[in-house]
């Protein structure tokens, strides 16, 4: 599957933003789903996922502010981010996996990544 992630962009503290991650080949449906995001000078850390099931899974920088969603029916997965904050900044990653060892927080268990997506968010 090949994913490409859009909808970066600047917005103000306290904003909200959505990402998207169109994938073709395989539907979406079909793999674990998830968006990590790697801020300038820092390691690529886990948002949120969601599961072959439907399960989400979120950091904890993540709950109460960022809602994972996947449209099957236009292969899309989606990051719906709300009340975003400065330290949101970072470039955001779609990526596809099947069930293996690991676990779905961990980017190793990823196979297939799209090419990322900056978010600024201004003070």
């Known amino acids: 599957v090949q994913l490409q992630a859009s909808g970066g962009g600047l917005v103000q503290a306290g904003g909200s933003l959505s990402l998207s991650c169109a994938a073709s080949?395989?539907?979406?449906?079909?793999?674990?789903m998830a968006w990590f995001r790697q801020a300038p000078g820092k390691e690529r850390e886990f948002v949120v996922a969601?599961?072959?099931?439907?399960?989400?899974w979120h950091a904890d920088s993540a709950k109460g502010r960022f809602t994972i969603a996947r449209d099957n029916a236009k292969n899309t997965l989606y990051l719906h981010m709300f009340r975003l904050k400065p330290e949101d900044t970072a470039a955001y990653y779609c990526?596809?996996?099947?069930?293996?060892?690991?676990?779905?927080?961990?980017?190793?268990?990823?196979?297939?990544w799209g090419q990322g997506t900056l978010v600024t968010v201004s003070s």
């Open positions: 969601i599961s072959r099931s439907d399960s989400p």
């Open positions: 080949g395989r539907t979406v449906s079909t793999y674990n």
């Open positions: 990526a596809a996996g099947v069930d293996g060892s690991g676990s779905i927080y961990e980017s190793s268990v990823y196979t297939y």
